[in-house]
């Protein structure tokens, strides 16, 4: 009788396996076509990429529909998740299961995949035209901008970090306010530059306040956000850092001579004269369109800002 009742009950659990598996496969199916019906416009697909990408934005839109809420968890936690590309990409296992902070991420990092280019905003709450976005309540920003650029300079082989921690709650815990910026991001830009050697430009991406007729141009008949390169002028080693903003600065000129700006230099009264400059020659500050431009003009900017900073880098390494 014994062998007979687990037999039941063995196949009484197959029997829920195989359903359990098969609404699995028929909710995975759902939600696959729910995407590619969704993405049918240039700004769904926007909305969709920031949306499925929490370094992107902070989108506070709720949703009721549970099988939407289940799925987001488990691609944000599982698929998407640091540890899940990890063991799946590289094979790498942390075997120190109750570390629970970045350290042995940090230091796979910088053994395998030494970063060139760090990205950080001093001003990150500075925001982009965001009108045909407010029924999804995103505001893009200068950090969703400076991630974009990461994926963009990754695509050519260029390992990239950006300065994801909150740099206004910094400045709120050590009572700075907006004009004392410079001093939060130093602190943070100075903590990179002791940690990465291998860091060969240092990106402070702003976006100015210059009207959208100052800051738009067309290329090709697709639509960009202008350029602008900022160098303090009130530091000894100031040339340096003008130097590689020209550069950088002549190929965008020999490429797309109307995307660029220029190079503006700052110095005197009312200005901060330094932007952590006098840190490292190779720290310079980019104004990447201003806060009329929408994020497709920043998206195509981003495109070939990237590479422009890849030629760069591809010809400092010819000449050392």
Not at 288 to 314: A, K, P, Q, R
Request: no cysteine; aromatic share 12%; proline share 1%.
């Amino acid at each position: 009788m014994k062998k007979k009742f687990k037999a039941k009950k063995k196949i009484k659990f197959k029997k829920y396996a195989y359903i359990i598996t098969f609404i699995i496969i028929i909710f995975l199916t759902i939600m696959y076509i729910d995407k590619i019906n969704f993405i049918n416009s240039n700004q769904e697909f926007i909305y969709d990429t920031l949306n499925s990408s929490n370094h992107y934005s902070y989108d506070n839109k709720s949703n009721d529909n549970l099988l939407m809420n289940i799925y987001s968890y488990i691609n944000k936690n599982v698929f998407n998740s640091p540890t899940y590309f990890l063991k799946t990409q590289l094979n790498f296992e942390n075997n120190n299961k109750t570390d629970k902070n970045t350290e042995s991420v940090d230091f796979l990092y910088v053994e395998h995949n030494l970063p060139q280019v760090y990205i950080y905003n001093s001003h990150q709450g500075e925001t982009y035209s965001y009108k045909y976005l407010e029924e999804y309540n995103i505001i893009p920003n200068v950090l969703m901008a400076s991630n974009m650029l990461k994926d963009k300079l990754e695509n050519l082989n260029i390992n990239t970090l950006v300065e994801n921690n909150d740099i206004v709650e910094y400045m709120n815990e050590n009572n700075l306010n907006h004009s004392e910026s410079y001093i939060a991001s130093r602190h943070f830009l100075e903590s990179t530059i002791n940690k990465y050697k291998s860091i060969e430009l240092f990106i402070d991406l702003h976006r100015d306040a210059a009207s959208h007729q100052a800051t738009y141009t067309t290329i090709d008949g697709k639509d960009y956000a202008k350029v602008l390169f900022v160098i303090g002028l009130e530091y000894s080693t100031y040339e340096k850092n003008l130097s590689v903003a020209n550069e950088l600065n002549n190929i965008i000129i020999n490429k797309y001579p109307t995307l660029t700006r220029g190079i503006m230099k700052k110095e005197g009264y009312g200005v901060n004269g330094v932007y952590n400059q006098d840190l490292s020659s190779n720290v310079i500050l980019i104004e990447v369109g201003g806060n009329e431009n929408n994020i497709d003009e920043i998206n195509n900017t981003l495109d070939l800002l990237s590479e422009v900073i890849g030629e760069y880098l591809n010809e400092k390494e010819k000449k050392q």
